[in-house]
């Protein structure tokens, strides 16, 4: 069509173009459309972009790191987006304000949520999502405004502009901002449950949330090793993977370190999907201010990453 023949024209990048085109074709986006139709891009009731277009316009900002400004100047410029969001030649791109009020109906009415939730849904659906077991870890994503000062008591400061971020120490570090919490399905390393939550919140304590409960086993670091943490894989008959954590009062046996060795190297892989995201995706900071707001990001971000593991399961 018209598109194909501008983009080869342009000489955009045929890798990148083959590779939307393979997720736009992979997906069932009738369900998105669905779930989607509650919410209105313009405040006047009738939508100026269909909600589906702003929703893949979001993928693409997560995939591309762009700020809603380069969106729609990257819109009015790569056929490949266009051809992906569903943009016709003639049609402008969406303003970039349109970006931020459609984020905000996202959240308003928790759609972001469902929409995660029907994507795995399609995974599991393909085959693609094995359930053998879980790897759950956390990370810090620093807050967007710069770090507070220290109060004159010598407590830690909060952020006037974000006071729901917090501090975390991390390797003799004070980190500011939130944690990103993950529940990744062991094989496949698709992102099968996230939380976000201010920085100070424990990693183990978010651990109910980030498994399935369908899962055969759970991986887990050291972090999560409490009575709770067990209790809870007990009561959901699911194997315990999390490391062992030795004390003072009790050093860990030969056994038991050898029995971390193998668990290290079986949960590992979470740790590289962090790696991608901070270094492919730059999600080392927080784009946004408040937790509803980079919940989304992290909703979205998920979805992006899975996709594009999808697109490589299905090479």
């Not at 997906?27 to 589906?52: M, N, Q, T």
């Not at 928790?110 to 999502?129: D, G, M, P, V």
């Not at 879980?134 to 010598?154: F, M, R």
């Not at 980190?175 to 919490?181: D, I, M, P, S, V």
Request: proline share 3%; charged share 30%.
């Amino acid at each position: 069509g018209q598109l194909d023949l501008a983009d080869s024209l342009l000489g955009n990048n045929q890798k990148l173009n083959q590779r939307l085109d393979k997720i736009a074709r992979l997906v069932d986006w009738k369900p998105f459309e669905a779930k989607l139709s509650r919410i209105y891009s313009s405040p006047s009731g009738r939508p100026s972009h269909s909600v589906l277009l702003l929703f893949k316009c979001l993928l693409l900002q997560s995939w591309y790191n762009l700020s809603d400004y380069a969106l729609e100047e990257v819109l009015d410029d790569r056929f490949s987006f266009r051809r992906f969001v569903g943009l016709s030649v003639s049609e402008k791109a969406p303003d970039h304000s349109v970006f931020s009020r459609f984020r905000d109906q996202l959240i308003q009415h928790k759609i972001h949520e469902q929409l995660f939730n029907e994507l795995n849904r399609q995974l599991e659906s393909r085959k693609l999502i094995v359930k053998k077991g879980t790897l759950v870890d956390a990370t810090v994503i620093e807050a967007a405004p710069k770090k507070p000062h220290q109060n004159e008591d010598g407590t830690a400061g909060k952020s006037a502009v974000d006071p729901e971020a917090d501090w975390t120490k991390k390797g003799g570090k004070y980190l500011f901002g939130y944690k990103a919490h993950v529940g990744v399905d062991q094989g496949s390393e698709l992102i099968r449950r996230i939380a976000m939550t201010p920085a100070h919140v424990h990693d183990g304590e978010v651990l109910g949330q980030v498994i399935g409960g369908d899962e055969l086993w759970t991986f887990a670091d050291k972090a999560y090793d409490s009575a709770k943490n067990h209790q809870i894989l007990r009561e959901k008959n699911i194997q315990n993977g999390i490391l062992m954590k030795g004390s003072r009062k009790r050093k860990l046996s030969g056994v038991e370190k050898m029995c971390n060795r193998i668990l290290t190297k079986l949960r590992c892989p979470v740790e590289r999907i962090f790696g991608t995201l901070k270094r492919s995706y730059r999600y080392s900071r927080a784009r946004y201010l408040g937790l509803r707001k980079n919940t989304l990001q992290l909703t979205i971000m998920s979805m992006a990453y899975n996709l594009r593991r999808m697109e490589k399961l299905c090479a």
